[in-house]
């Protein structure tokens, strides 16, 4: 097609992609051929969407999207709209995502640009070049997520393709970082440094991020996909969160499987949807933890619901036919049976340490330390990656370790330079240590950058964080986790104290219904509703009750808040609460 101007390729392709879906459209009654499924790797998806046509059924949009053209043979659109300056429209919004571009309007007038970074670790090197692509393209910051990544925001329509070439450059390549695709993998964040650690999870991340990469079927999934690994470290990965994850045990001698360490597998967790991750009564050598999540991912590409996005997680497949039929059919795709051990027969998990992420902490190389440093609800400026890539490279070994909690880690710091690093941290602005309530806030973007939130949680975070802070003086770790809609990026369910964005009122002020005692790991609950309709300005007060509450109350310093919310009625803790405006309107 050289003879054609890309305008004239663009219209093209745009053309043939509406007769696709208007023919698909014509057979939804009737059921499709099979000469409609491609004979390439993503034949699987399109069988799977002909068993759904075949039964009268229609596909959601999305679907009918994919079956028209391929997310990832689209970089001649994106390039052609590039050059004209254009963001995409309809669905083409939601193909764009595969390429980690997410057009934020009406929220913004721009793109978000998610990376994708094994094990949340990145060199100084490639921090200080996604600073310098967030300065120049970008709106001058990224943020840190719960997913151990970072996304730059404010991207304009020119600047895309700029910014992943930049990015492939870097090695940072973020194909599948967004829509229906597995999210970034995570694991320890202080993997290969932690005294405590079972396994060092990186190489179990490259290997699985680096599959994902180079399968073409596991793109376009029926929804997002989410895949963890714990090692056993002192900061949790929240694994538990995770459509897959896996932990690592220690199996002694004279036990069903070999002594050693293996990895239990569970699958479901979404907390947003009310579940954790359910065990699956098996256990794994490292070694094919990888085979065994492609393995549940293609039965999740079978059997997911292609026609309602909102039971397409993976979590409504065990609900319909359960953990044990979900096995089976993994087992018949890996054409092997998988060990099975009793949870009994596995020892305990070494303790997470809920401030583990934050401060100054021992490494398991003698003589150096890693320093964990507080992020304002998880914002980094330009400037401040420049300096934290200067540090880890100057103090330290150039690794910088993002976690869940939305803050990062430096390692490797020798300890007689653990006193210069804390001068630097502080010198651009940010915390090596932090009051409990601000380490322990968690935030998604808000409306500022999120059409879907209802509320700008960055900002009331801090709000909460500068009026709880002067008035409240904690000496146990609190988690605060504002999340701004029903997708729960912030997983407001198990924090301490959750907070989901509504719209209160007549006028609509920005607000939120308030959640206590959610949990994770050996503590994992989901949070009771406390109080629904709280205007977002009356919320920092409402906090600052519940915690002095907790601490006058609380049932000797060793209970924690999750112990003492769980302890409490609902009712009661309402009652703690009574002088917060919210309430005592």
Request: charged letters at 25%; glycine letters at 10%.
């Amino acid at each position: 097609m050289d003879e054609f101007s890309e305008e004239q390729k663009q219209y093209l392709q745009g053309l043939a992609s509406g007769v696709a879906i208007a023919r698909l459209h014509g057979r939804a009654g009737r059921g499709a051929a099979a000469q409609d499924a491609p004979a390439g790797p993503e034949r699987i998806h399109f069988e799977a969407q002909n068993r759904f046509l075949a039964e009268g059924k229609k596909l959601a949009a999305e679907e009918q999207a994919k079956r028209a053209k391929h997310p990832l043979d689209m970089w001649d659109e994106l390039r052609a709209r590039a050059r004209k300056g254009e963001f995409p429209k309809g669905t083409d919004v939601f193909l764009t995502k595969f390429f980690g571009l997410f057009y934020a309007a009406p929220a913004q007038d721009s793109y978000m640009c998610r990376l994708r970074l094994p094990n949340g670790i990145l060199t100084a090197h490639q921090l200080r070049g996604v600073a310098d692509l967030a300065e120049r393209f970008g709106g001058g910051y990224s943020h840190v997520t719960t997913r151990a990544n970072l996304q730059i925001r404010e991207v304009g329509a020119r600047d895309a393709l700029k910014v992943l070439t930049a990015l492939y450059e870097l090695g940072i390549v973020n194909r599948g970082s967004g829509a229906d695709n597995i999210r970034n993998v995570t694991g320890d964040a202080t993997a290969g440094i932690s005294p405590q650690e079972l396994i060092d999870t990186r190489a179990l991340c490259r290997d699985m991020h680096y599959t994902i990469l180079n399968h073409r079927e596991l793109y376009g999934l029926p929804r997002k996909f989410n895949i963890a690994f714990d090692g056993g470290g002192p900061i949790a990965v929240l694994e538990d969160t995770n459509d897959i994850g896996f932990t690592a045990v220690r199996v002694g001698e004279g036990k069903t499987l070999p002594a050693g360490i293996h990895f239990r597998v569970a699958l479901g967790g979404t907390t947003g949807h009310g579940d954790f991750a359910r065990d699956l009564g098996i256990a794994i050598a490292p070694e094919q933890c990888v085979p065994v999540a492609v393995a549940i991912v293609r039965v999740f590409i079978e059997h997911g619901d292609r026609t309602d996005r909102t039971k397409a997680r993976m979590k409504y497949i065990i609900d319909r036919h359960g953990l044990e039929w979900y096995l089976a059919e993994v087992e018949k795709v890996l054409g092997a049976p998988l060990p099975r051990l009793p949870l009994s027969e596995c020892e305990p998990r070494p303790p997470l340490e809920r401030f583990g992420h934050v401060g100054v902490h021992p490494q398991k190389q003698e003589g150096f330390r890693y320093v964990g440093i507080a992020l304002p609800v998880g914002r980094l400026e330009a400037a401040q990656m420049k300096g934290l890539a200067r540090i880890a490279g100057q103090y330290g070994s150039g690794d910088i370790r993002l976690t869940v909690w939305q803050n990062l880690i430096l390692s490797d710091i020798p300890e007689a330079q653990v006193d210069a690093v804390k001068r630097e941290i502080e010198a651009l602005g940010l915390a090596w240590r932090a009051a409990s309530v601000r380490a322990g806030m968690v935030a998604c973007t808000g409306n500022t950058g999120c059409k879907f939130s209802a509320s700008d949680t960055k900002r009331h975070a801090m709000a909460i964080a500068d009026y709880v802070e002067p008035r409240v003086k904690l000496d146990a770790p609190v988690n605060i986790h504002l999340t701004g809609c029903h997708h729960s990026c912030a997983q407001h369910y198990i924090g301490d104290i959750g907070l989901l964005a509504c719209k209160v009122g007549d006028e609509g002020v920005e607000g939120y219904h308030v959640y206590v005692g959610g949990g994770y790991g050996a503590r994992k609950e989901l949070a009771r509703e406390l109080v629904r309709d709280v205007p977002a300005d009356a919320a920092p007060a409402l906090i600052e009750r519940l915690l002095a509450g907790y601490l006058e109350q609380r049932s000797g310093a060793n209970e924690n808040f999750q112990q003492f919310a769980q302890r409490l009625s609902v009712e009661a803790l309402r009652a703690l609460a009574q002088h917060s405006a919210a309430l005592a309107a």
